[in-house]
Structures are given as structure tokens and as C-alpha cells.
């Protein structure tokens, strides 16, 4: 059998990574930007200051972006080069070199955009990239300028230069499209998102209505209702595919020598995963005798019985044992160990799948469900979250890890599905669309999407007495397989972040896969 690569780590927020530990004891408001911060002496059970990104915030951004210095730093990572430490567990390299990624355009606009501020830095003119456009094809060189001119309008957004970022959004809009390549089509959308943040601030229109908790339930009605668009992006992009069997197998390892098996599952969905999971359970030497599976939800209970029903009729036609009880809570903070039917004779264990993200704006909710989780002694959490701080109160950080990750996924659908893939322009335009503009567009309670990067969670876990827990050989090598098996199968990559799992696209992670028990 053929070894796994070696591995490595990989994280454009490396640095703010390193300094997580160093947090202040502050609670961050976020709805109050002439006080952002506050002192706290219950630090230990605050999460507010937990779930920042982890880089010194700067003060109200509104007036605290006019040194050439605070510029340069705020965008240094868009020309910080890539590492990657020591053991890599990808693919095979990507086929075609000659082509820039993505992520190679956002990091040459970076350049380019660092040196129209006429920054004196000496590590600029030593960077890889420096003289690099030479050589350039004239599409490479205009997207190029796309995101330059996309990084200085969103400066002048920070600078309140409301006008000056509208003439620069028009040089945007004049070379992007929504039906372009993926970088005409990456900043269609943060160019929408950065002209609605303007009309907001300038009083042309009014904020988005409702709040994040509203503005989530939306988007997630939507993701609902479009079964076959998910199916479709599960079916052509590999990281998507390699997350669910890695995940997967890190939950049989736990429950593989049980007869009897409970999964909660706090994201089903659809249940592809389950699916994945009940033809693990069912295919081993000695198969389990009965599978139960406790869907959690806080809406949406139509659609999740539905997914229930299907889940039976597939256990049908593998001959496992299977039951499916569906818990509906109208909000999380209801959500109790006595709806649960726990049996002690059952291996128990947790799935969520994009499960938790959804909380970080209402973190009495998040802190309320991992203690019910942590009372139900489960043998194992397994989840799945975005591999990205975009939950940052300064918005130009949020902007950058935004660009990075989305430009990446944009990235992957250009390579994995045809431009005119009616899914395909769903998913850019309901999903990733909304996506950028929540976080571009809006702040406070108003935005919906907010996602942390695992050392964030690890920090939040540590407080429910959780320790992370690796993921076999075998399921790593199994993702490996799995992604290798579709055609761009060779640009997704796999690398560790101490014990969690980064799956990302040519270096840019994307998913992050984790394991946890409770001490």
C-alpha cells in the first residue's frame, strides 16, 4: 500500500496564529465602535475576546488607517509568501505550472498594491515575487491590476475616501464579471459588497434588516431548498468529498467495535455524510446491529424529516439496522440531554458538519450546546468548520482572509465545472456571493457569517475539558484516494495543524477537519 506523503501545515494567518495565546483579557463590543473594548474579570468564561481574529485589532477603523505604516501592515499578509512545514500529506503536484492560481494573482495584486504606497520595506524588494510580472500573459496582468485596484479601493473605504473607493470600484466593474474567470468573478462580488458597505456608511441605504441570527436563518433556508445545486458541488469538487470520508472515518475508529451506535448529528442536511457513515458502519467484518442517528435543528423541520426518510430507505438496501429521531429546538438555549433518547448499551458519539459555525455571534448559544454535548459523555466530536479567521472587527482583515479563502474556492469551481454550470453560478451567487457580502458588507449583530480558525476553537474547547485527538493513517490515506479520483483531483491538498486536518486548494486551506473527546 502506498504511504502518505509526508506532512505539513499551512495557514495564511500563521502569524496571528502564533499569537493567540497572547490575547488580552478584553471583552470586545462590537456594537460600539467609539468603546471597543472593555475590561473583564470573567475572562475565563467570556467568549467575545476569544472568537477576534487573533492580530492586535486596531481601533475604530474609521479613523485609524491614515500612517503608511498601519497600511502596510494591515496588508502585509497579501504579499507574505507561502510556507509549508514539515510533513505534507497532498496529492500529487498540480499538473499545469505554467497557469497562476488564484491565490499567486491575489498575492502578485498584494505586490503591487504594497508598492503603489511607496512603503521603503526591505523585505519587499526581496520577496519571490518581486519583477515577476514579467513574463505575465495580458489576462494575468489585468487581473492583476483587478486586485490591486479592489485592495485600494477597500483603503479608502478605512480612510472613509468614499469617493475616491467609488472611482476605483468603476475601474472594477469596467474588467469584472460575474460569468469571467475567477478573479473577474471573485471581484464582481467584493466590489457589490464594498459599494453596499458605502451606501451604508453614507446613509444611501439603510442596514441590512434584521439581525445576524435572521440574516443566518435566510441564507441557510436557501442552502435548504437547494438540494440539487449542493449535490452537484459535492459531486465535482474533491475536498468536499475527502472531508466527509475523513471525517467519517475518524467517528468509526471511535465506535467501530460497538454493536450499537447513536450519532447526533448537528448539521444533517442532506445527509450525505450519513450515508458515507451507515455504509462504514454496515461494511465492516463484523457489522453493528443497530444505527441511530438524533438529527438537531433549530428550524427547517420539514426538510430534515425528509432527509430522514431517505435515510431509511437507504439502510433498506443495505440491511442496517437504522432509526432517525429528529430534535427541533426553537432556539439552542432549549436544547436539553432529556430529548435526547440515550441509551447506555450505545456508543455515542457527535457529527457536525458546518454545525457550529453559525453561533459565533450568539456565543451564549454555542457555550449552552457544548455543555449539554459534554453531559451526554459521547465518545468522540468530529466536525468539520471553515479553515479562516473571518470574524475579525477590523473589516480590512476580514477583507483579506476573505479574498484568500473565497479566491480559492473560486479557484476550484473554475478547474472542476464548466462556466456555464447552472449550479455552479448558484453557488457563486447564493452561497459564496452572500457569503462576502456579510462579511464585507456588514458589522455587528448584522452579519451572519463569521467563522474562526481551530485555534480558536481548541482555546474554546480547553474549557469544556475537551482534548483533540488525531485522525488515522487510514484516514488520511483515504482522503488522499478519494480526492485523487476526480480528474482535478491533484490540486487538493492535505496538511496538519498539530492534530486538526487543513483540506484546502492548492495550498490555500479551505475545511478543517478536528476530533475531540472529553477528559
Known amino acids: 500500500m502506498e504511504k502518505p506523503n509526508e506532512i505539513s501545515s499551512y495557514s495564511k494567518g500563521d502569524a496571528a496564529n502564533r499569537e493567540i495565546e497572547k490575547l488580552p483579557p478584553l471583552l470586545f463590543q462590537e456594537d460600539d465602535?467609539?468603546?471597543?473594548?472593555?475590561?473583564?474579570?470573567?475572562?475565563?468564561?467570556?467568549?467575545?475576546?476569544?472568537?477576534?481574529?487573533?492580530?492586535?485589532?486596531?481601533?475604530?477603523?474609521?479613523?485609524?488607517?491614515?500612517?503608511?505604516?498601519?497600511?502596510?501592515?494591515?496588508?502585509?499578509?497579501?504579499?507574505?509568501?507561502?510556507?509549508?512545514?514539515?510533513g505534507h500529506v497532498a496529492g500529487s503536484e498540480v499538473s499545469d505550472q505554467s497557469k497562476l492560481s488564484t491565490d499567486d494573482i491575489i498575492r502578485l495584486g498584494g505586490e503591487q498594491f504594497i508598492q503603489s504606497r511607496s512603503v521603503v520595506d526591505n523585505s519587499i524588494s526581496t520577496h519571490p515575487y518581486s519583477g515577476s510580472l514579467v513574463g505575465l500573459s495580458d489576462q494575468e496582468l489585468k487581473d492583476v491590476q483587478l486586485i490591486e485596484n479592489l485592495l485600494l479601493s477597500s483603503e479608502k473605504v478605512a480612510q472613509q475616501q468614499f469617493d475616491r473607493s467609488r472611482k476605483l470600484l468603476n475601474l472594477c466593474d469596467a474588467l469584472s464579471s460575474s460569468s469571467g474567470n475567477p478573479i473577474q468573478r471573485i471581484v464582481y462580488y467584493f466590489?457589490?459588497?464594498?459599494?453596499?458597505?458605502?451606501?451604508?456608511?453614507?446613509?444611501?441605504?439603510?442596514?441590512?434588516?434584521?439581525?445576524?441570527?435572521?440574516?443566518?436563518?435566510?441564507?441557510?433556508?436557501?442552502?435548504?431548498?437547494?438540494?440539487?445545486?449542493?449535490?452537484?458541488?459535492?459531486?465535482?469538487?474533491?475536498?468536499?468529498?475527502?472531508?466527509?470520508f475523513s471525517c467519517v472515518q475518524a467517528l468509526v475508529d471511535r465506535v467501530s467495535k460497538a454493536k450499537r451506535v447513536h450519532v447526533v448529528e448537528l448539521a444533517i442536511r442532506q445527509g450525505v455524510h450519513t450515508m458515507i457513515l451507515m455504509q462504514a458502519l454496515a461494511s465492516q467484518p463484523e457489522p453493528i446491529k443497530h444505527l441511530k442517528i438524533t438529527a438537531v435543528g433549530t428550524g427547517f423541520e420539514n426538510q430534515i424529516k425528509q432527509t430522514g426518510g431517505h435515510l431509511k430507505t437507504f439502510a433498506e438496501s443495505i440491511n442496517l439496522s437504522f432509526s432517525y429521531n429528529v430534535v427541533i429546538v426553537e432556539d439552542m438555549l432549549d436544547f436539553n440531554i432529556d430529548l435526547l433518547e440515550l441509551n447506555p448499551r450505545e456508543a455515542l458519539g457527535v457529527f457536525s458538519m458546518y454545525g457550529l459555525w453559525s453561533m459565533i455571534g450568539q456565543q451564549d448559544r454555542l457555550e449552552s450546546l457544548m455543555k449539554v454535548i459534554k453531559s451526554m459523555k459521547p465518545r468522540v466530536m468530529v466536525m468539520c468548520e471553515v479553515a479562516a479567521n473571518l470574524n475579525s472587527p477590523n473589516f480590512v482583515n476580514r477583507l483579506i482572509e476573505a479574498l484568500f479563502h473565497y479566491g480559492a474556492v473560486f479557484d476550484a469551481l473554475e478547474d472542476c465545472m464548466d462556466g456555464e454550470d447552472e449550479h455552479r453560478g448558484i453557488t457563486e451567487s447564493m452561497y459564496l456571493g452572500e457569503g462576502i457580502r456579510s462579511i464585507v458588507a456588514a458589522e455587528g449583530a448584522e452579519r451572519a457569517v463569521r467563522h474562526v480558525n481551530i485555534d480558536v476553537w481548541r482555546?474554546?474547547?480547553?474549557?469544556?475539558?475537551?482534548?483533540?485527538?488525531?485522525?488515522?493513517?487510514?484516514?488520511?490515506?483515504?482522503?488522499?484516494?478519494?480526492?485523487?479520483?476526480?480528474?482535478c483531483g491533484s490540486s487538493c491538498t492535505f496538511d496538519m495543524d498539530g492534530k486538526s486536518v487543513n483540506i484546502g486548494w492548492k495550498g490555500t486551506?479551505?475545511?478543517?477537519?478536528s476530533a475531540w473527546k472529553f477528559s
Open 459 to 487: 482555546k474554546f474547547f480547553a474549557r469544556f475539558g475537551m482534548k483533540e485527538i488525531g485522525f488515522s493513517a487510514s484516514s488520511l490515506y483515504q482522503a488522499k484516494l478519494v480526492a485523487g479520483k476526480f480528474p
Open 191 to 244: 466590489s457589490k459588497a464594498l459599494r453596499e458597505k458605502i451606501n451604508k456608511e453614507t446613509g444611501r441605504i439603510s442596514s441590512f434588516t434584521g439581525s445576524g441570527k435572521k440574516n443566518y436563518h435566510d441564507l441557510q433556508g436557501r442552502i435548504m431548498n437547494t438540494a440539487m445545486t449542493r449535490l452537484s458541488i459535492y459531486q465535482k469538487l474533491p475536498f468536499y468529498q475527502a472531508s466527509h
Open 33 to 86: 465602535l467609539s468603546d471597543r473594548f472593555s475590561s473583564s474579570k470573567q475572562y475565563d468564561h467570556q467568549l467575545d475576546a476569544l472568537f477576534l481574529d487573533a492580530t492586535p485589532p486596531l481601533w475604530s477603523y474609521e479613523h485609524k488607517m491614515q500612517e503608511l505604516e498601519d497600511i502596510e501592515s494591515q496588508y502585509f499578509k497579501l504579499i507574505k509568501p507561502r510556507a509549508r512545514s514539515q
Open 509 to 513: 486551506p479551505i475545511e478543517c477537519l
